[in-house]
């Protein structure tokens, strides 16, 4: 504790206070359930999309990014090069349909679309895997405590989750955008530091390409068509954009941001945001650790997460350690608060008001959000404290966990939008084999014996396949199979539903309403000439890459 000095201590001591402050002064504005979801729309779109990107680009990468090009290379970038993507598919398609519905959950859609069925068990999906998000950015937070003070992780954790409930507490979302702000400037500043700082002690640059080009860790571009490894140009190209999509799209805690803006114009445009930047924001992330790769010339370490942080402390720069580490804990408390609020706002609206307590009046459903808010602060510890005891990439760790999934989602709102057939009775039954069948090529480890003695007694070995392919495996059997038991189930259909894609427009053309507002398409489907550019920007970075390789 004392290592981290008076300079530093003071500076993450003021920071917090800060965003303490900026929360509390902005939760004096909620008095319904629906300030605290969505807050009062009046915040700009740019706030709105440094939030959407300071929320996913977090503490998390800030540490697991490092890490995880440390140990692959910039081969690691692949897995994110696809945003553009991900983000015109968002703009395109998930925003207007869950914008003009005015609710606050975004899985109210799968109710008007199949069921109250699919919207509960989609709700318990997003549940599972946010709580499991939340933990990991807690433990990504305990990693920097434990390292800057010897406090123990389990200690570290418990303390930030007592700090981020308090935080979240205080509720509203204008509080949560604006503190993600604040955050996502602190975290690019001591990026930036970081990479400055790296590039001056190793001297030579070009050096420093051959040397990870020696090691196979410079060519972003790998063209390895072998399943079984995870950052390759194809998984980053086709699998992690639908994962990504899914996370973006179909995600309450992406989404509800989106939801607060003033219009849906300034809603696609938030998202605009992170279309544009989360590539350069990852490239400068997995550039830092790759550079110490060459720092450090590939030694080991037994905990990668924290290679970033022991460079910061060897520069000796002064008030250095406190920016870090005031963004990492900023980073944590807003993203992690989000994940809280969004918890909240899921298990109230999507359960609690729907089946338990249909009529009560806004106070009450105030104070059942924030008592969720505490219940679900309680319930990651263990798990996070659970993620802490991973000697890999944070980041991976948690993509891996998220993506058996991830398949389930993607299936379910990509049927909705495009399947003529589709009912919910398949549907749910798409849901489970879809699992099913990814716990055949890719079993949790409780299950890995006797998955692997169902492939031996037909004589054959199990594949090894890499996570990034698990949302295409479950996806895949999901809509094949959702498919074929809704026609058997229900037959086929005649119309379009009116909450799918074609059905939207055809209801839009035939009732005569305005297919834009304020310049921007309000049917889903339909595209704006500026959301061209994404498509466009993913090509020039395909390009840029295939440059950068060869730099070596």
């Known amino acids: 504790m004392a290592d981290f000095g008076l300079l530093n201590w003071s500076i993450v001591v003021t920071y917090l206070i800060a965003n303490l402050g900026l929360g509390w002064y902005m939760s004096r504005r909620v008095t319904t359930s629906e300030d605290y979801y969505l807050g009062d729309r009046s915040s700009p779109w740019w706030a709105i999309g440094i939030s959407v990107v300071a929320t996913y680009v977090s503490a998390l990468s800030f540490l697991g990014g490092p890490a995880w090009a440390y140990g692959d290379g910039m081969a690691a970038l692949a897995i994110h090069i696809n945003y553009s993507l991900v983000v015109f598919a968002c703009i395109v398609l998930f925003i207007p349909f869950f914008y003009n519905s005015g609710v606050a959950s975004i899985y109210e859609y799968l109710e008007r679309r199949f069921g109250i069925a699919s919207r ?12 499991l998000g939340a ?28 700090i981020v409930v308090a935080y979240t507490m205080l509720g509203g979302m204008n509080a949560v955008i604006w503190t993600d702000v604040l955050q996502g400037v602190i975290l690019v500043i001591g990026a930036g530091i970081i990479l400055v700082a790296l590039l ?10 051959r040397f990870l080009d020696m090691h196979d860790k410079l060519n972003p571009i790998n063209l390895d068509w072998d399943p079984s490894i995870a950052p390759t140009i194809w998984a980053g190209v086709f699998a992690m954009t639908l994962y990504h999509i899914t996370v973006y799209g179909a995600n309450q805690f992406m989404v509800q941001r989106a939801l607060a803006a003033k219009s849906i114009g300034d809603a696609k445009k938030s998202y605009m945001v992170m279309g544009y930047a989360a590539f350069f924001l990852y490239f400068t992330f997995f550039m830092v650790g790759a550079l110490l790769f060459v720092y450090y010339e590939g030694k080991p370490f037994d905990q990668p997460n924290e290679i970033i942080l022991v460079f910061a402390k060897t520069l000796a720069i002064p008030g250095l350690l406190g920016i870090i580490g005031a963004a990492i804990l900023s980073a944590s408390m807003s993203t992690t608060s989000s994940a809280f609020n969004s918890l909240s706002t899921v298990s109230v609206t999507d359960f609690y008001q729907k089946f338990f307590h249909k009529d009560a009046d806004e106070k009450h459903y105030l104070g059942v959000s924030r008592l969720f808010t505490v219940l679900w602060g309680l319930a990651v510890i263990p798990i996070a404290i659970s993620f802490a005891s991973s000697t890999g990439s944070i980041l991976e760790v948690m993509s891996k966990v998220g993506s058996y999934l991830v398949g ?11 399947s003529k057939h589709t009912s919910e009775r398949g549907l749910l039954i798409g849901v489970v084999a879809g699992l099913v069948g990814l716990m055949f090529f890719a079993p949790l480890d409780p299950l890995v014996p006797l998955v692997d003695s169902a492939w031996a007694a037909m004589g ?4 090894v396949i890499a996570w990034p392919w698990f949302v295409v495996i479950a996806g895949g059997i999901n809509i094949a199979a959702a498919w074929i038991a809704s026609v058997l189930l229900d037959g086929f259909k005649t119309e379009w539903h009116e909450h799918s894609v074609p059905g939207q427009i055809q209801l839009f053309e035939r009732e005569n309403r305005p297919m834009k507002s304020d310049g921007w398409y309000v049917v889903p489907g339909k595209v704006e000439p500026i959301v061209w550019t994404l498509p466009v920007l993913f090509v020039a970075t395909l390009v840029f890459l295939s440059w950068f390789g060869t730099l070596g």
């Open 460 to 463: 054959l070995e199990r594949p």
């Open 200 to 209: 001056a002690e190793i001297g030579a640059f070009p050096e420093a390409l």
């Open 135 to 162: 933990a990991s950015i807690l433990t990504a937070t305990a990693v920097v405590v434990t390292f800057v003070t010897g406090m123990s992780t389990t200690y570290a954790i418990i303390l930030m989750t007592a």
């Open 408 to 418: 389930a989602k993607l299936a379910m709102f990509g049927m909705g939008f495009f």
């Open 120 to 131: 509960a068990v989609m709700g318990l999906l997003f549940m599972v895997t946010m709580a």
